[in-house]
């Protein structure tokens, strides 16, 4: 996601300094984020380059700034957030093309990586369970959507096994074109 | 991969004296007169006390078949499966219905609860046909289960989760040794679903053996620490979970790009 306009969506309620910025950003995404206050710091600065923040106030207590929203930074977060994500699926994990090519240099059988994929799965629906239950124990509704989301997608990610596994996938030999 | 999955070495619930085996199939083969759907092709397989055990397969995988098979519902076609050190291919068909009402206990997808008696009478049937007044036990289960208010009512009168915690009601009120669940969930909405496989997460807790027989690897994940997968008649993967406290951030990450230029 765009750390951009997650600043810009935190400023919307408050003027923050940068520091609170990244406890407000933790505090509704559960610890599942890792930026850094230096990241946070330099995004600032860009925003109040390009006109979209602005300082609130004076610097105070040992040089703290706060920052609010001006009303580019206002229409430039309703535009993003109006806007669906559409642009191209992201897949950002080895194993599409980990397969893909296990499949052209193995030429042969996949059931066994394939199998042990699945088990990866498995443990992160397990992991994924008890972390959603966690933070709905602790109130944490945010993060226990976010989980939702993740619990969602690793099960579309398990059936895809499943199907490969059940088209004998591999094992008709790599195409080479 | 990044080494923290590690399976095969975590066991879930158990006796004090490790684990005890309640069930074992031995090269289990289940054939149908004219097709293959729901044949098992030798299985074997052993299943500890205080387990809750998934088995995960496709439609026509063989899962209900095995579920099927540990009730005493069906007989293999080869192959033997004990049940609490009772070698089920020993007793005839007095002997194996005793079995299932003495020590088995079934839940299905659509509850199948007898129309004209209300949901106590229809909690009581199995004791009943033991010969056994269990009211003190259905009182119990009534309780624990959240459906006293509703005991006097017909099952037509019953939501779909009140009437599935009838149909739990029912599997235990003989204290079965095995608890089997076929898709107990297939028949409810997610909220209500969730409802009652807390409900069994509940009473494994308490001990009991549950082997659950479902499509939804959200719900067994989530429940069962063991996960056995089923696909053309045989077991293609047995997977014992781990349950380890993790940081949010070790099990899920939100990526972050920074502002460009």
């Known amino acids: 996601m765009s750390l951009k306009y997650g600043v810009l969506g935190l400023l919307k309620g408050e003027p923050l300094h940068g520091y609170e910025v990244k406890n407000r950003f933790e505090a509704m995404l559960g610890g599942t984020w890792d930026v850094n206050i230096g990241q946070i710091y330099t995004t600032l600065q860009r925003l109040e380059r390009d006109g979209l923040v602005r300082p609130a106030g004076p610097r105070g207590d040992r040089g703290k700034q706060l920052y609010e929203l001006s009303p580019e930074g206002q229409k430039a977060l309703d535009q993003w957030l109006a806007q669906p994500d559409s642009g191209p699926q992201q897949l950002h994990e080895d194993i599409y093309v980990k397969l893909l090519l296990a499949a052209r240099i193995a030429n042969g059988d996949l059931q066994g990586m394939l199998a042990r994929q699945k088990r990866a799965y498995l443990q992160r629906l397990r992991d994924l369970n008890r972390l959603e239950e966690r933070a709905r124990r602790d109130g944490r509704l945010d993060l226990a959507r976010l989980v939702r989301g993740a619990l969602l997608h690793t099960e579309a990610d398990l059936k895809w096994m499943d199907e490969l596994s059940s088209e004998r996938f591999g094992t008709e030999g790599a195409k080479t074109e | ?261």
């Open chain 2, 1 to 261: 991969m990044d080494g923290r999955i590690v399976v095969g070495t975590f066991r879930d619930g158990g006796g004090e004296n490790g684990m005890s085996e309640l069930v074992r199939l031995t090269d289990v083969t289940k054939v149908y007169q004219g097709g293959l759907t729901g044949a098992l092709n030798g299985i074997s397989v052993s299943i500890e006390k205080g387990e809750f055990t998934a088995i995960m397969g496709p439609s026509g995988s063989g899962k209900s078949t095995m579920l099927n098979l540990v009730a005493g519902l069906d007989r293999p076609t080869s192959g033997t499966i004990a049940v609490g050190g009772t070698d089920l291919g020993k007793l005839g068909e007095a002997g194996l219905a005793r079995f299932r009402r003495d020590h088995i206990g079934f839940v299905f997808q659509f509850f199948y609860l007898l129309p004209n008696l209300t949901a106590l009478e229809n909690i009581l049937i199995p004791a009943q046909l033991m010969g056994n007044v269990a009211t003190a036990r259905a009182a119990e289960l009534l309780d624990q289960l959240g459906i006293t208010d509703v005991a006097d009512r017909y099952p037509a009168r019953l939501s779909g989760g009140q009437q599935q915690r009838v149909a739990v009601a029912r599997a235990l009120i003989n204290n079965p040794m095995l608890l089997l669940a076929d898709e107990p969930t297939g028949a409810l909405d997610t909220h209500t679903g969730e409802q009652v496989m807390e409900l069994l997460a509940g009473l494994h807790r308490q001990g009991q053996t549950i082997l659950l027989v479902t499509h939804d690897a959200k719900l067994a994940t989530r429940h069962a620490a063991r996960v056995i997968s089923v696909m053309d008649g045989k077991i293609v993967d047995d997977a014992r979970l781990e349950s380890p406290e993790r940081a949010p951030s070790d099990v899920i990450r939100v990526r972050t790009e920074e502002v460009s230029r």
